[in-house]
T-cell receptor, first 113, second 115 residues
Framework: AQSVTQLDSQVPVFEEAPVELRCNYS??????LFWYVQYPNQGLQLLLK??????LVESINGFEAEFNKSQTSFHLRKPSVHISDTAEYFC???????????FGSGTKLNVKP | EAQVTQNPRYLITVTGKKLTVTCSQN?????MSWYRQDPGLGLRQIYY???????DKGDVPEGYKVSRKEKRNFPLILESPSPNQTSLYFC??????????????FGPGTRLTVL
């Protein structure tokens, strides 16, 4: 079975500071990688995804993540966070020709003024 | 409006009393899935369905049943609920021909408490 590790359960950061949320996964075979965001009392929404091609993927609201095959990582970054980015972020992985889906334990990003 | 709906949103029940949580999507999605979310564990997949009459176990299927008789509906059945099934449940669906490889659209969640 796949495993997805999010090393930080909580990340406090001040507004306009940079942030990195870390994600590592267990498999070295072909994988599809995702970051989902959950705002308080809501369901999950897709933030960005890596399926193939360029290893750097971006979201429309300034987040980016880089697929690093050698380190089996897919860390999420933002150069300058806003209060509205306060949410829980989940890293997730699936595999080619494999229909299960695995989520990490989540990282709560708390942006302070 | 394109959406995934779940009912009920909140449910408190007692051990052993059968219950069903409904999930419906209006986007003609083939892939549907159920997850449970527990603090510190993230989301864990319970069951998924690639299409009508095609279902399979996720990582934590024990104590749950599903059915997929229509494309739009994917109910989750707890035939004899126990307190360890107290959790927040999410249904999700994904566009045709892409399985879980693309964006999953999540419902609003069902908070279940089993006493």
């Amino acid at each position: 079975a796949q495993s997805v590790t999010q090393l930080d359960s909580q990340v406090p950061v001040f507004e306009e500071a940079p942030v990195e949320l870390r994600c590592n996964y267990s498999s070295s075979v072909s994988v599809y990688l995702f970051w989902y965001v959950q705002y308080p009392n809501q369901g999950l929404q897709l933030l960005l995804k890596y399926l193939s091609g360029s290893t750097l993927v971006e979201s429309i609201n300034g987040f980016e993540a880089e697929f690093n095959k050698s380190q089996t990582s897919f860390h999420l970054r933002k150069p300058s966070v806003h209060i509205s980015d306060t949410a829980e972020y989940f890293c997730a992985v699936s595999r080619y020709n494999f229909n299960k889906f695995y989520f990490g334990s989540g990282t709560k990003l708390n942006v302070k003024p | 409006e394109a959406q995934v709906t779940q009912n009920p949103r909140y449910l408190i029940t007692v051990t052993g009393k059968k219950l069903t949580v409904t999930c419906s999507q209006n986007m003609n999605h083939e892939y549907m899935s159920w997850y449970r979310q527990d603090p510190g564990l993230g989301l864990r997949q319970i069951y998924y369905s690639m299409n009508v009459e095609v279902t399979d176990k996720g990582d934590v299927p024990e104590g749950y049943k599903v059915s997929r008789k229509e494309k739009r509906n994917f109910p989750l059945i707890l035939e004899s609920p126990s307190p360890n099934q107290t959790s927040l449940y999410f249904c999700a669906s994904s566009p045709p021909g892409q399985g879980p490889y693309n964006e999953q659209f999540f419902g609003p969640g069902t908070r279940l408490t089993v006493l």
